[in-house]
């Protein structure tokens, strides 16, 4: 499958725990993008990276979370001292580039208990 | 700021029913319009999209078409079937050249039934 993947899947963590999700965008597709989605919402936009370079970040993206691209390939996804409050599906998307269409992983479902 | 309101689900239909899913926008400039939608189990997928004012958009019997003066963008389609019950999304790009950053609706839960 050459499509976004994301790992894990789901996460399950205690509340103050630290969490990395992973995402492995289309090949050769050089912008990517993170996205949080809560229960009965649309996603709503957290950053998106062209190459290795964080272009945007959303005002949702508080200090405790941090996203990284660092070959400009994978993406990395971290949220510190997570709260119940970051119980979400985390979604990632890529495109080639301008004006392109961009394609969805299936999430990241992190809950926090 | 930019946000977009799609009508209140979940729209439950019988095959080969009309449907329209309402989509209407707030936006500065001249926005993109997406429509995605999410199948059970899967990742979102693009639709249709319309990128200028009167543009109509199409893919798989569904169209929308970018109303400017009434800042709409309705999804319809003729004749649903039961594998179009999804999940469906009213998406926004205010403007630049990222189609990957949206401004979404909240979605809209559609069932058909045989």
């Known amino acids: 499958d050459t499509g976004v993947s994301q790992d894990p899947r789901h996460k399950i963590t205690k509340r103050g725990q630290n969490v990395t999700f992973r995402c492995d965008p289309i090949?050769?597709?050089?912008?990517l993008y993170w996205y949080r989605q809560t229960l009965g919402q649309g996603p709503e936009f957290l950053t998106y990276f062209q190459n290795e370079a964080q272009l945007e970040k959303s005002r949702l993206l508080s200090d405790r979370f941090s996203a990284e691209r660092p070959k400009g390939s994978f993406s990395t996804l971290e949220i510190q001292r997570t709260e119940q409050g970051d119980s979400a599906m985390y979604l990632c998307?890529?495109?080639?580039?301008?004006?392109?269409?961009?394609?969805f992983g299936q999430g990241t479902r992190l809950t926090v208990v | 700021g930019n946000s977009v309101t799609q009508m209140e689900g979940p729209v439950t239909l019988s095959e080969e029913a009309f449907l329209t899913i309402n989509c209407t926008y707030t936006a500065t400039g001249y926005p993109s319009l997406f429509w995605y939608v999410q199948y059970p189990g899967e990742g979102l997928q693009l639709l249709l999209k319309a990128t200028k004012a009167d543009d109509k958009g199409s893919n798989k019997g569904f169209e929308a078409t970018y109303r400017k003066e009434t800042t709409s963008f309705h999804l319809e389609k003729g004749s649903v079937q039961v594998s179009d019950s999804a999940v469906y999304f009213c998406a926004l790009n205010a403007g630049g050249t990222s189609y990957g950053k949206l401004t979404f609706g909240q979605g809209t839960i559609l069932t058909v039934h045989p």
């Open positions: 090949s050769e597709h050089n912008r």
């Open positions: 998307a890529s495109s080639l580039g301008e004006n392109t269409e961009a394609f």
